[in-house]
């Protein structure tokens, strides 16, 4: 073997250039693959998520609508269906094998934990499975479900006592505070530094249709009205599923008496003013 100007590197030269690249190439084999899978589980725990959480908005949606109508005596026979064909077409090709369990229609029921009763509870739950190019036994695909639980809309309290036209028409006097409601422990005035530019959760109507645009990402816009999405009112122009990467922690409106009564403390910056 030649070096420049046509000298021969010595035999001690070569052996330390050759196991140099012979180490090389025995690290990038060994640690490339790892490199590979590390990447693609990544990709596929974000794909699991993002299809959690569209199955669960699309119960959470479907349901709450349901709730809203729950005058009717009997729920809908094309209910089920409905909510499979919204739950395959919103996720395409990352989910299969879609199964809608009986769906509880305006029943009782016992907390067995506190023995709390409540009345007139609407529910639907969902099982499903993502498709995976993994060798046997999960060629078939991963398994996952949600479930949501509400209270119909008719007008009665827990106890079952039909609710008095005096306390339905009676005025809230407790000033609107806003809460973190699957994260936090306090409640925040309207302009609080805390919330500013956190999204807050709406109803999809055709006011919010002209006023934000749909998320090119996540793409809202096939959504229903009356399907639950998120906007960040103070920084942007824009509306959004609750499973886009966007919305991470959102803001709902409560009372600040039911902030209180549900445990929440005043925030140390505002004081939830």
């Known amino acids: 073997m030649y070096g420049k100007n ?39 725990l974000i794909r699991m998520v993002s299809v959690s959480e569209n199955v669960y908005h699309s119960l959470a949606d479907e ?3 349901m709730a809203a109508e729950a005058k009717l005596p ?30 509880m229609y305006r029943i009782p029921w016992v907390d067995p934990a506190g023995g709390k009763a409540y009345t007139n509870l609407i529910g639907a739950s969902a099982v499903y499975k993502m498709p995976v190019l993994l060798p046997n036994p ?30 339905m028409e009676e005025k809230d006097d407790s000033p609107t505070v806003w809460i973190f409601p699957r994260a936090g422990e306090r409640y925040h005035g309207e302009n609080c530094s805390v919330i500013k530019n956190n999204p807050r959760e709406v109803l999809l109507s055709n006011s919010v249709r002209r006023g934000y645009q749909p998320c090119s990402l996540c793409k809202p816009n096939e959504m229903s009205n009356g399907s639950l999405v998120y906007v960040f ?11 886009c990467y966007i919305v991470d922690r959102y803001v709902i409106p409560v009372s600040e008496e039911d902030a209180k009564s549900k445990g929440y403390t005043a925030c140390k910056i505002c004081g939830g003013k």
């Open 74 to 103: 009997a729920l809908s026979p094309l209910y089920k269906s409905d909510l499979k064909k919204r739950i395959k077409d919103e996720n395409g090709k990352d989910i299969n094998a879609v199964k809608i369990s009986p769906v």
């Open 138 to 167: 999960f060629e078939k695909g991963l398994k996952g479900g949600a479930t949501f639980l509400c209270r119909a809309f008719v007008g009665t309290d827990n106890s079952s006592d039909v609710f008095p036209f005096d306390k």
């Open 233 to 243: 009112p103070k920084t942007g122009g824009v509306f959004h599923r609750g499973s």
């Open 6 to 44: 046509n000298c021969k590197i010595p035999d001690h030269r070569k052996k330390r250039v050759f196991g140099k690249r012979g180490s090389l190439a025995v690290e990038t084999a060994i640690f490339l693959p790892i490199f590979i899978i590390a990447v693609i589980t990544a990709a596929w």
């Open 63 to 65: 349901t709450t609508v």
